[in-house]
């Protein structure tokens, strides 16, 4: 049988499968569900700084109206929670209720759009018992109002804000837009963060023609979308100083042995797991230990980013020499 435990962020998974944030790990039950499947590691759905700051205005009036501000205080404001029933004390809970439960790595998330107002939380959430924390940092370019420098700078500063406050690993998922995405990303890699998840996704706009409503577009992935990513981790493997995660299209084995060929330590999944169940998971292992007896391979670690840019045999194959012979021979 082939060895698939992998090492990510510096945490010891029993597989290259982490089930992502999403819907599926907002329980206990759920969470304990995940891990007798098969994924390696769970990352919480996150809470959102506008959760968080809207819990600390509530603390600080409170204390306010109580007429006990004053430095000392903020001790109380900082840990204890026990009095104010709201998503963020829940989120403490579900994240020591999960360490309690679960022997594989808990992941915290938070979804963050600016670089403070929450991040003291992250200290929290490591008092929690959170093995790590994934920032999801959300940045469209569409607020003309912000240069694209701008916009590196809140991933850099939130990332110098958290780290002085943690000592768990940290992650950043963040979106593909950025005007020079790969220099971006090495720099990122070289803060202190110990993984990179590439990429969170944006739903895209639709609307009815006929009620001139907007409608929800697809929410799920599919296959056809894994391949953006796939080329990224690609191109990123072996140049940036941290573990580099997949996500967004992987559904099945195939998949997730082209992230690994790719150069990717884990593989992030949710869309596969709400369109065929949790099951999904085993059968993604069972097509990767085939693939790997049939390979020859041992372990991950004899074919990891085999078909990366600093390794493949055609390096050619990531740039736009290739879009052309491809459209080239079109319908020939």
Not at 60 to 71: D, L, N, Q, V
Not at 257 to 268: D, E, R
Request: glycine share 6%; aromatic share 10%; charged share 20%.
């Amino acid at each position: 049988m082939p060895e698939i435990s992998t090492n990510y962020m510096g945490l010891k998974l029993k597989s290259p499968i982490i089930a992502s944030s999403s819907g599926l790990t907002d329980t206990i039950e759920k969470l304990i569900d995940l891990e007798k499947s098969g994924v390696g590691a769970v990352v919480l759905k996150s809470i959102f700084e506008e959760e968080i700051i809207q819990h600390t205005q509530r603390s600080i009036e409170k204390m306010s109206a109580s007429g006990f501000i004053y430095p000392e205080t903020m001790e109380y404001f900082e840990y204890d929670y026990d009095e104010i029933e709201d998503p963020v004390q829940n989120y403490l809970k579900l994240i020591s209720d999960a360490k309690k439960k679960l022997t594989i790595p808990v992941i915290a998330s938070i979804n963050c759009v600016s670089e403070n107002g929450w991040d003291d939380f992250a200290h929290v959430i490591e008092k929690a018992g959170a093995d790590a924390l994934e920032l999801n940092i959300f940045l469209l370019p569409s607020d003309s109002t912000r240069s694209a420098d701008d916009n590196e700078k809140i991933y850099f500063e939130a990332i110098k804000r958290v780290l002085a406050k943690v000592k768990i690993p940290v992650s950043i998922k963040l979106g593909p837009y950025a005007s020079n995405l790969a220099a971006l990303l090495e720099k990122l890699s070289k803060t202190g963060i110990a993984g990179l998840v590439l990429f969170n996704r944006s739903y895209n706009t639709d609307f009815d023609i006929n009620t001139l409503e907007f409608t929800n577009s697809s929410v799920l992935t599919t296959p056809a979308d894994i391949y953006h990513s796939l080329r990224w981790v690609a191109l990123m493997s072996g140049k940036v100083k941290c573990s580099l995660a997949a996500s967004t299209g992987v559904h099945d084995g195939a998949g997730l042995i082209k992230m690994l060929l790719a150069g990717a330590s884990t593989v992030q999944v949710a869309s596969t797991l709400y369109r065929n169940g949790n099951g999904q998971v085993a059968k993604m292992i069972s097509e990767l230990t085939h693939w790997m007896n049939e390979q020859g391979y041992k372990n991950l670690s004899e074919f990891s980013g085999k078909m990366s840019y600093t390794k493949t045999y055609n390096p050619a194959a990531f740039e736009r020499i290739q879009f052309m012979q491809q459209y080239r021979n079109y319908g020939k």
